[in-house]
């Protein structure tokens, strides 16, 4: 097993993607990405619901086996759900139905009270990643910016220096001020993975399908590095007039039968 502080260690950067499906994981894993999240964005990103609080357990399950079976190679990361731990028995009870879905760790959405739950999930050896700063289970369908007042700011170095007491083995900071979450990563020996949380973080995380361009969201983040959706329209496209043009199938994709054999079907 190794740890998201010897990857840091040996490649200077985390490098993590979501990923929710088998021939994506299949992709990733041939990449040099470190780590793979089956993230609760599954919801909107791939199932086409309204928001995170529609995502069961049965679906992260479901999701983390197809990606598991893809990897070989990089570590697998998965979220525990809307309404899955609220308490510490109920995050060990999910915690330990994903990690036997495929998963090498969990992660947990909060603040303080992520604590305790986090100690009890190390107690039973639940490697754990704590997601602070702008917490989309607790927000559902807003975007909002977390660490902009001294409370704020004071909260999130408490919070996140008392997460890696309890063992969390990485802290995600997803919306934090970019000099607050360089103080941060600055301050704890637990890598920092960011989400629209500036270029201080000692990773970054980003979702796939903004990545290749499925969705184009226009947060100030965002960023495509693709265009699969035209690419997909056009392909689909390129398909249709084929086919009404008499082009696909080709003379070389059928499969043939003997004159013979035939005929003594027919006679
Ligand atoms: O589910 C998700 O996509 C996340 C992001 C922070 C990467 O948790
Ligand atoms: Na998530």
Redesign the pocket.
């Known amino acids: 097993m190794i740890t998201l502080r010897e990857i840091l260690a040996s490649r200077g950067k985390l490098v ?1 993607l ?1 990923c929710y499906d088998y021939p994506t994981a299949l992709s990733l894993d041939a990449s040099t990405v470190d780590l793979v ?1 089956v ?4 919801g909107t ?1 791939v199932l086409g619901y309204r928001d ?1 609080s529609e995502v069961t357990m049965d679906d992260m399950l479901h999701h983390a086996r197809a990606v598991r079976r893809g990897l070989k190679r990089a570590s697998l990361l998965v ?1 525990l759900p809307f309404n899955s731990y609220q308490t510490g028995e109920a995050a060990i009870l999910n915690g330990k139905r994903l990690i036997e879905a495929g998963a090498d760790m969990i ?1 947990l ?1 909060g603040g303080m009270e992520l604590v305790a739950k986090i100690r009890a999930l190390r107690s039973e050896n639940i490697r754990v990643v704590a ?1 602070i700063g702008h917490t ?1 289970q607790s927000h559902v369908g807003t975007r909002k910016v977390f660490g902009t007042t001294a409370s704020e700011i004071e909260s999130l170095l408490e919070v996140s220096k008392q997460l890696q007491l309890a063992g969390s083995e990485a802290v ?1 900071l ?1 919306c934090v001020p970019e000099r607050v979450a360089t103080i941060i990563s600055d301050r704890l020996d637990i890598p920092t993975i960011g ?1 629209g949380s500036g270029s201080g973080c000692d990773g970054q ?3 796939i399908t903004d990545l290749l361009g499925w969705h184009h969201p226009n947060f100030r983040f965002s960023a495509s590095f693709d265009d699969f959706r035209n690419r997909t329209v056009a392909t689909a496209n390129r398909f249709a007039h084929e086919v009404r043009d008499g082009v696909f199938p080709s003379a070389t994709q059928v499969y043939k039968v003997k004159d013979s054999e035939l005929q003594q079907a027919l006679d």
């Open positions: 993590a979501t999240l993230g609760d964005s599954v990103n995170v979220d992660k959405e997601h989309p995600l997803e989400i995380i980003f979702v």
